[in-house]
């Protein structure tokens, strides 16, 4: 099976897309092409040797085939004719704006290309926090109380020191601070809008337990993750979290009860089935009192989270095998055939 890696992406986590694309490759063994989206949304070929940091920070990249997309895939221009780059299925490995937005998700759907990733309305409500709390309330799992502050307004209530703010539509370590005072506070607040207009802000809990777990449906049988319990500081920065799967090849499982695992499984189940089929995601959860809450989903984790699976080359390839896209409705115009056989036609 030929995998085709989509990954960089007009977004503030292009970088840490393309490091997520170096190590695929040195992880997943699989036959793949790469697919690299500047920041202007156009599509190189990149050969598999040329996959390194420089090849992109030095532009280079621009020298490597151009690709652009029509029904049925990729394709590059030659001299006379057109030529279709060979895949099976293709990989969203394009993390933030882009990627996990859904704006991926309609291009494979609208072109008719099979694809690992959150389908359509599983990026838009994992992209939101605000529209992730909502759907997680809705399926039955818990998540702490918040406020949404629009850049430009005030706050309706008091603000409880400490708190955390994050902006809405972003992955939850850039642009994020914790404030214990007024001061702070108005920091924070001006350090998230200079990633988007609207921001979220949490009550900030101290040595809060957070647990990761990740998984996918295939078939009928859901396939789980290690659950790990990841190392932090005050809380889990950006480089801890985006920049630790580069250099992990594995991951310890936590330390908790079978009761605790139990939990955060069926937590994770309840997110994931149906709305995220085709994806392998990763979900963040916190513990309070024994109680699981989501504290966010990652539609397409770094690497796709391989540090936490034993096995996690047969498990891609399983799910690739069994992705499927939207079903086609067969349009045969059978209503505008019946106007033209009658007096007065449309």
Do not use: W
């Not at 793949?32 to 920070?57: E, P």
């Not at 994770?268 to 966010?296: Q, T």
């Amino acid at each position: 099976m030929k995998f085709g890696v989509l990954f960089g992406g007009n977004s503030y986590e292009h970088e840490i897309s393309i490091v997520s694309a170096v190590v695929l490759k040195k992880v997943f063994r699989g036959d793949m092409s790469f697919i690299f989206c500047d920041k202007d949304r156009n599509f190189y070929l990149i050969d598999t040797d040329k996959m390194n940091a420089k090849t992109f920070s030095s532009s280079a990249y621009k020298k490597e085939k151009q690709l652009f997309l029509k029904q049925g895939g990729f394709f590059e221009k030659t001299v006379l004719k057109e030529k279709k780059i060979e895949l099976d299925v293709c990989i969203n490995l394009i993390h933030g704006k882009d990627g996990e937005d859904g704006k991926i998700a309609a291009l494979m759907e609208f072109f008719d290309l099979r694809y690992i990733g959150p389908r359509i309305e599983a990026s838009v409500i994992s992209y939101n926090k605000e529209f992730t709390k909502l759907y997680a309330q809705k399926v039955g799992v818990k998540t702490l109380p918040y406020t949404v502050l629009k850049k430009g307004y005030e706050l309706a209530s008091t603000v409880e020191f400490p708190c955390i703010l994050k902006a809405l539509r972003l992955g939850s370590s850039i642009g994020l601070a914790v404030a214990n005072n007024k001061d702070e506070f108005e920091y924070a607040k001006d350090l998230a809008f200079e990633f988007d207009n609207e921001i979220l802000i949490e009550k900030f809990i101290k040595d809060v337990k957070e647990y990761n777990l990740a998984g996918c449906k295939i078939k009928d049988e859901m396939i789980f993750s290690i659950i790990e319990e990841p190392k932090k500081n005050e809380l889990l920065d950006f480089e801890q979290k985006y920049m630790s799967f580069s250099s992990s090849t594995s991951a310890k499982e936590a330390e908790i009860s079978d009761e605790l695992k139990q939990k955060i499984k069926d937590a994770f189940v309840k997110i994931y089935d149906p709305c995220f089929r085709g994806a392998l995601i990763r979900c963040d959860f916190f513990v309070i009192d024994n109680e699981v809450y989501l504290n966010e989903i990652n539609p397409n984790p770094g690497s796709l989270a391989n540090y936490l699976f034993d096995d996690f080359s047969v498990i891609l390839q399983r799910l690739a095998e069994c992705v499927r896209n939207e079903k086609h409705i067969d349009i045969d115009y059978a209503f505008l055939h019946s106007i033209n056989g009658q007096k007065g036609k449309l």
